[in-house]
């Protein structure tokens, strides 16, 4: 990577911990920290109807807008902003809006198909990959998008059996010996913090 910026990729399956993980290194790390979500980067599904849009499958990696993913990396890992897009979880569009992602010493990204794009991996000093039961997961799913993307609990168990399950059997956990470092369900994530910050010294 360009400068000093170190860039670092969270992978795993959906409800494996990443964000919680990203959020953990935002607080305790002693470098300025800049996030930027894969999910920020689903394709705008404006010209379809809702029912359309419902209808997808945005466990796909065709779903996301990897050219501009990486574009952003690239940017901040050169030492420049990125206009990260805000996505609209509820109806499956973009906002219109951005948010400016400033450069910093540390980049940190996460999403559940991070390692299945060679281009991503590219642009990362760092990849993690997060272990967890399917069970797991699941139940972190539910409780997710009921409570912050305003789904209805059936349509969630719906989606992940019809095709969070069977992409991540297909697109993700396949990818996860990309991973520099993985993690198994259960570590210590004090353990885990400290050896991932020992990094940002070496």
């Not at 906002?95 to 991996?121: D, K, N, Q, R, Y």
Request: with cysteine; proline share 5%; aromatic share 8%.
């Amino acid at each position: 990577m360009a400068g000093d910026t170190r860039t670092w990729g969270i992978c795993g399956g959906s409800g494996a911990g990443k964000t919680y993980l990203v959020n953990q290194v935002v607080r305790q790390a002693r470098h300025d920290v800049a996030v930027v979500p894969f999910d920020a980067y689903y394709h705008d599904l404006a010209d379809l109807t809702r029912d359309e849009r419902a209808a997808m499958n945005f466990d796909h990696p065709d779903s996301l807008d990897v050219e501009l993913f990486v574009l952003h990396l690239m940017q901040l890992a050169a030492g420049e902003p990125a206009e990260v897009p805000v996505y609209d979880f509820a109806n499956h569009t973009r906002t219109g809006e951005t948010i400016t992602v400033e450069p910093a010493e540390l980049v940190v990204t996460e999403g559940i198909l991070l390692f299945s794009f060679p281009a991503v991996l590219a642009q990362l000093d760092l990849a993690i990959y997060l272990e967890a039961p399917a069970g797991v997961r699941l139940d972190r799913r539910v409780a997710r998008d009921t409570v912050e993307r305003g789904r209805f609990v059936g349509d969630v168990e719906r989606q992940w059996a019809e095709t969070v399950a069977p992409m991540h059997d297909q697109f993700v956990a396949p990818h996860a010996d990309n991973a520099d470092l993985t993690v198994p369900f259960g570590h210590e994530r004090d353990v885990l913090l400290e050896d991932l910050f020992a990094q940002l010294v070496v």
